[in-house]
């Protein structure tokens, strides 16, 4: 595929993302215009139907799935290669040791 091919191909998929995106804006334009008219509802009614949930759910297994995965991830940290691994990611890091 030559260069002007890719370049016409991504000019296409350009102007469809700007067609999408003004179609989204048109179709949730009245709903935009109720949540800025009542902010302060819909912030606190989403709280309190958060904290609803939250309350109906088990909380002795998301305990016990809670520790399960810090288990894993104690037992990943103490692995030799993670040891290895961090100070690979440290040193491509920006701001971090460059070896060469």
Known sequence: MSLLAR???????????LLAQAGWLERTQALRRRFDAHRGACVLGGG???GFVAGLLPLRGIAR?????VGVVTTALRAPLAA???????R???GGEDPG
């Open 48 to 50: 309190f139907a958060s």
């Open 84 to 90: 290895m691994l961090v100070e690979s990611l440290r």
């Open 7 to 17: 370049r016409r191909e991504a000019e296409q998929a350009e102007r469809r993302l």
């Open 65 to 69: 799935l809670g520790g399960v995965a």
């Open 92 to 94: 491509r890091t920006p």
